[in-house]
């Protein structure tokens, strides 16, 4: 295992971080797009701080808040070309993950007149503008990631792009963002934040920076998910765990990728509109089962990270907050099957799966 390590965004933190490096933005430009889902941004609280700081700084602002989760590459490039007719000289993301992948394809759509696809072929022409990220959930982790997700009907899929320009400039984690997450969202984006930490962890491509990043992620997120299944919300403090255990988690996927949970999760999510995280998290207890007897100590670390009884014990946290929805047909996971095994992160693991047993998997999962 090696040491490499790459992250170049300034994280600030902290109750009232937004206003109070207000300075942050002027940096980055004067004049900004600001992109968001439809309603969290104003909800959580977020949008409003940010807009009180860019007042504050004399920055000229619009804001597009047409992002879908799940967000579609046609919405970015929409936005990309709106951002370029502006004159924007830089992009803010509010929101999950879905507005805050948006804000990194609309950055390079704005600099570049490419055609929508080309945005899945970096290096581009011309360096996308600069990103700052307010997170709004506690699970991408996208505030600290390169990655950008993005939906692409035509494909029946979602498909990522990679440049060392989608880490954010700056990403500002407060937690008081989080605290209108309902149960479901707040479940469902912990969970993925918990399967990027073991996902990572058990990545062909792990580091030693990137498993102690993980474990430790897996220490503040697996309690507060643990006493979840027994109902009710997570306290202030609880919610700071879940944040920054999301972004720790995010950092260590920064190196080293998501492997097949992800590729699996992603067709839940297209078809059957399933929020990533839970649909993510469906396929992590196949995933360290597949590596029993492969990564034995490994699974054992993360066991003692996450203070759980046994790799089973883990399991069934997960599964116990994330029940799988409606019946998957033997059609249905053969036409899943297809498109995930295209995925890039399917075989990035200590054991690569067998692409012959996706859509076993598939059935055994969500066929019940
Ligand atoms: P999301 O898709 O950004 O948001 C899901 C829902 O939660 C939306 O309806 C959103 O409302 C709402 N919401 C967000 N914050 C809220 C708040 N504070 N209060 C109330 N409602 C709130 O969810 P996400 O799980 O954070 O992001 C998922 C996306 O990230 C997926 O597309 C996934 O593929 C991607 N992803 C990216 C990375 C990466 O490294 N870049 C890693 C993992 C996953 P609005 O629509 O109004 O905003
Ligand atoms: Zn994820």
Redesign the pocket.
């Known amino acids: 295992m090696n040491i490499a390590h790459f992250m170049p965004t300034r994280i600030l933190g902290g109750e009232d971080c937004v206003r109070q490096n207000a300075s942050e933005f002027a940096a980055l430009g004067k004049r900004c797009l600001i992109v968001?889902?439809?309603?969290?941004?104003?909800?959580?609280g977020?949008l409003q701080d940010v807009m009180d700081a860019l007042i504050g700084q004399g920055i000229e602002y619009e804001i597009f808040?047409r992002?879908?989760?799940?967000?579609l590459l046609s919405t970015c490039y929409e936005a990309g070309r709106l951002a370029a007719e502006l004159g924007a000289e830089f992009v803010i993301g509010i929101?999950?993950?879905?507005?805050?992948?948006a804000a990194?394809a609309i950055a390079a759509f704005a600099t570049n007149e490419m055609e929508p696809m080309e945005l899945f072929s970096p290096p581009f022409k011309k360096v996308p503008l600069p990103v700052a990220a307010v997170?709004?959930?506690a699970?991408?982790?996208?505030e600290v990631?390169?990655?950008?997700?993005?939906?692409v009907p035509e494909l029946e899929s979602?498909r990522?792009f990679t440049t060392p320009h989608?880490f954010p400039k700056v990403a500002f984690a407060d937690v008081r963002?989080?605290?209108?997450?309902?149960r479901v969202?707040t479940v469902?984006?912990g969970l993925?934040a918990v399967c990027?930490a073991v996902e990572s962890a058990l990545s062909a491509k792990a580091t030693v920076v990137s498993l102690a990043m993980a474990k430790e992620a897996l220490g503040l997120l697996f309690p507060v998910l643990s006493r979840l299944t027994g109902g009710g919300a997570p306290t202030l403090e609880e919610r700071s765990s879940l944040l920054y255990g999301s972004i720790l988690a995010?950092m260590a996927?920064?190196d080293t990728g998501?492997c097949f949970p992800?590729a699996f999760g992603?067709q839940a999510?297209f078809f059957d509109d399933v929020?990533?995280?839970s649909a993510?998290a469906f396929f992590l207890g196949e995933f360290l089962r597949w590596h029993v007897g492969h990564a034995d100590e490994r699974i054992g670390e993360l066991v003692r990270a996450a203070g759980a009884a046994d790799m089973e014990g883990l399991i069934g946290v997960v599964d116990s907050l994330n029940p799988p929805p409606k019946e998957l047909t033997r059609e249905q996971a053969a036409h899943f099957s297809r498109n995930t095994a295209q995925s890039r992160n399917f075989l990035n693991s200590i054991r690569p799966l067998d692409p012959a047993l996706t859509e076993e998997i598939y059935l055994r999962v969500l066929g019940k």
Do not use: C, F
């Open positions: 968001t889902g439809r309603s969290s941004a104003l909800k959580s977020a808040d992002v879908e989760p799940n967000p929101g999950g993950g879905s507005p805050l992948d990194k997170g709004t959930t699970g991408t982790g996208s990631t390169p990655y950008s997700v993005l939906t979602k990522s989608g963002y989080t605290l209108s997450m309902n969202q469902s984006t993925d990027h995010g996927i920064s998501t992800h992603y999510t929020p990533h995280g993510t």
